[in-house]
């Protein structure tokens, strides 16, 4: 099943995706999904994002592939929804997109073996880890004036039960900027895959439900410009959509 | 009596220090740093870290010590974005006490999630009412000796700069906190170790290292 949180009519509703694509409420009203406000399909625990989780990618930026997973985290405040603005601040020259499959956790655990990490995953989503390039320092790189803006990392639209993906190790990726494809990849890719990645965190610190891994991004990004839209689509899972804007668009009164 | 709890996220900073910037001293303008740096140099401590005050600390397999990052967080009373120098601290409801946990690191270069973030590594008092912060001296005990003072009139961004380079980015929400600084290298404590911070005026907050004193 695909599940979504969307505020309509006053009020936060959880919803599902119905057989015709639109967005189906608890007592079966149907909306067509471009016409209601999104939010994120779960509200944010721990969000924790890689760096370099792809050979390419890694490549790309001119690093070699890290031996250990290279983490970081983020606030509530960068996550938006499906079809949200994201701004593009006036003194930016490189911001780019990063289409990612985001695994959301279902339940608690603590040095989980790999064995059993699937176990814990409740679903996924996808996510698109904007960053700003402008930005970068080499503390505690990438930092979180690149990867923690506000709105800078939307997520959604629908959170797809684990049940649903077989395989998520072998989905393609795909962005689109204004309908022409820009970035393409595969999950297969990944450096540390997602048991990995569960192991790895939970060596350490304990996960809980509503924590959400963003496992990466493989090669072709491009820069995108205020009116572009994005779609990001990780197959079998949704695609997302957001746009950018600009300084004055963004604090526009209206 | 303050009725804000710390109930959103908790960001911190290193470097704020000048103590800390000039104990890394020339490595700043060397690589990876490559300069100092520009924006607050932050992390993130998730929910799974904190612990309140009489916690006993389980740092994961491994690990020998923890260095105890004593400082203060304020903890915004409303949500705050763009704030400016004149109403920064306007938005703070109250502070913490906090001992930042991390296993030793003497690297700033790559998110140090596992040394920052593993469970109780980031114990906390009850929130305190908002005192003058310019010249509070955090101290902190080690089974009953000082091993460090720190006074915050050393900070490089005093906490209402803080707030309005932090707020620049990203809105702070009710109930998050922002740390205002950890030194570079704190002192250790080793398992069994009895930890104390205290800040005149504000009170204090105990915490305890899990396992056999060596």
Not at chain 1, 80 to 98: C, F, L, S
């Amino acid at each position: 099943m695909k599940r979504g949180r969307i505020a309509f009519q006053g009020a936060i509703h959880e919803v599902t995706q119905a057989a015709d694509g639109r967005v189906e409420l608890a007592d079966g009203r149907l909306l067509n999904e471009a016409e209601v406000n999104w939010l994120p399909p779960v509200i944010p625990g721990a969000v924790f994002a890689l760096g370099l989780n792809y050979a390419d990618h890694a490549k790309e930026l001119a690093f070699k592939a890290p031996e250990v997973p290279l983490a970081f985290l983020k606030g509530p405040n960068t996550i938006v929804g499906h079809r949200a603005k994201t701004r593009r601040p006036a003194d930016a020259t490189y911001m780019h997109y990063e289409c990612e499959l985001a695994v959301v956790i279902g339940k608690s655990g603590y040095q989980v073996s790999k064995a059993e990490a699937m176990e814990m995953v409740a679903g996924y989503t996808v996510a698109n880890d904007y960053a700003i390039r402008d930005y970068l320092e080499n503390y505690y790189r990438p930092n979180l004036r690149v990867k923690n803006r506000d709105g800078c990392t939307p997520l959604g639209p629908w959170l797809v039960d684990a049940a649903d993906v077989p395989n998520p190790m072998a989905l393609k990726l795909t962005t689109r900027v204004n309908g022409k494809t820009t970035q393409q990849g595969t999950t297969s890719d990944m450096i540390f895959d997602i048991a990995t990645l569960i192991e790895y965190l939970t060596s350490f610190m304990t996960l809980n439900p509503g924590d959400i891994i963003l496992t990466g991004t493989p090669e072709g990004l491009a820069d995108v410009k205020a009116g572009d839209v994005i779609e990001t689509e990780v197959e079998g899972v949704c695609c997302l959509i957001n746009t950018i804007v600009d300084d004055e668009t963004y604090f526009a009164t209206v | 009596m303050i009725k804000q709890n710390v109930s959103g996220s908790v960001y911190g900073v290193v470097l704020n220090d000048h103590a800390s910037v000039r104990k890394i001293g020339d490595a700043l303008e060397a690589a990876p740093y490559k300069g100092a740096p520009k924006a607050p140099a932050m992390y993130i401590k998730p929910a799974n870290t904190r612990v309140a005050c009489g916690a006993t600390v389980n740092p994961p397999k491994g690990a020998k010590t923890v260095e105890v990052g004593a400082t203060v967080g304020l903890v915004m009373g409303h949500a705050a974005a763009r704030l400016n120098r004149a109403n920064a601290l306007d938005a703070v409801a109250g502070i913490v006490l906090a001992g930042d946990l991390s296993l030793p690191h003497d690297s700033y270069y790559r998110p140090a999630i596992r040394e920052k973030c593993f469970d109780g590594s980031l114990p906390i008092s009850s929130v305190k009412p908002l005192v003058d912060l310019a010249n509070l001296v955090i101290t902190t005990e080690i089974d009953g000796k000082v091993v460090e003072q720190r006074s915050l009139a050393d900070l490089v961004r005093d906490p209402a700069q803080l707030l309005v380079d932090v707020s620049e980015f990203m809105t702070l929400s009710q109930g998050d906190v922002l740390l205002v600084g950890v030194s570079y290298m704190a002192p250790q404590a080793g398992a069994g170790s009895q930890v104390k911070i205290s800040a005149e005026g504000v009170g204090s907050l105990q915490f305890s290292i899990a396992g056999a004193q060596a």
